[in-house]
């Protein structure tokens, strides 16, 4: 057995092991982008998506150029891994460099598909090893732990799971990312302050000139996202604004929280193979009596 089969093994079994702990709880995955990107300019967010689609990887089809997030629902007698992808991973490429539809690409919506648990377990045990991927793990009441399994159950019976990006309001059935879906799960049971979620995030004014897809006619040559150096100022460019959930921040801030001393304030730590993982209790807090669904 090589060493990596054996921590794999290993892994298998302390995640799988009994433990008073893990009666119910949410997993919050987060795996970098190959490269990282730099949000600076739409020009160094082009050349940094240029530096991720040539970047080797040794996770051939699970290579995630924008990186990914999943998440893990489990108690006793119920268990669900998932994560938001296209249907075609080829889209998104398609989108920028075929269709030329720039950064409308990132406002498309396109057919999406919840990848299954075993596809799921596979990327992690993959990535253990290597440390390419991080998680938060909530420890969760009984209460709570309903409010999420219905709204993991609600979102694929009404279809939702079908329907990659668009607006990235999931809980307005509006469309969803990986990362604006996992994210949900944790805005239903307001498991972190807004003011950590806001760390995940990218803010930007993309000019309307950059933006083509299927609700425009204009086609935006890849030149002009590489040599546009500034995003949209307002009063001075028409613009879209973008509130996007950046899995590469998430899986630094939970590497940071790994290394903190005054974590155990908030968490205590855990690792798999070499992957850093948080441990949040959330079993006393109250259950949100806010509805799950949001009006669009």
Known sequence: MTRVSFLKAFIIASIFC???????????????????????SPHTLFISYLE???????????????????????????????????????QLSKSILVEKNGLGTMFTRYTGVLESTDKNMHQLLDRYPHGDVAYIRFLLSDEMFARLWQYLTEYKARGYDTIYNGKNRPREGAGAGCSAFAVSFIEVGRLLDS??????????????????????????????????????????????????????????????????????????????????????DRRDQPTPREPIWLDR
Not at 84 to 90: G, H, I
Request: with cysteine.
């Open 195 to 280: 003011a950590i979620l806001s760390q995940w995030q990218v803010r930007v004014n993309i000019q309307e000139k950059l933006i083509g897809g299927p609700e425009k006619e204009k086609k935006i040559s890849v030149l002009k996202m590489a040599f546009t150096q500034r995003w949209a100022k307002q009063g001075k460019h028409a613009f879209r604004s973008i509130i996007y959930y950046e899995p590469t921040y998430v899986y630094n801030w939970i590497k940071e929280r790994h290394l903190e001393t005054d974590c155990k304030k908030l968490c205590y730590t855990e690792v798999r193979g070499y992957t850093p993982g948080i441990v949040i």
């Open 52 to 90: 991720n689609l040539l970047k080797p990887s040794r996770y051939r089809g699970n290579r995630h150029l924008m990186g990914h997030m999943l998440i893990e629902l489990k108690d006793s007698t119920r268990h669900d891994l998932v994560g938001a992808v296209p249907r075609y991973f080829s």
């Open 18 to 40: 009994s433990s008073p702990l893990r009666a119910q709880e949410l997993v919050v995955y987060s795996m970098p982008a190959p490269a990282g990107y730099n949000w600076k």
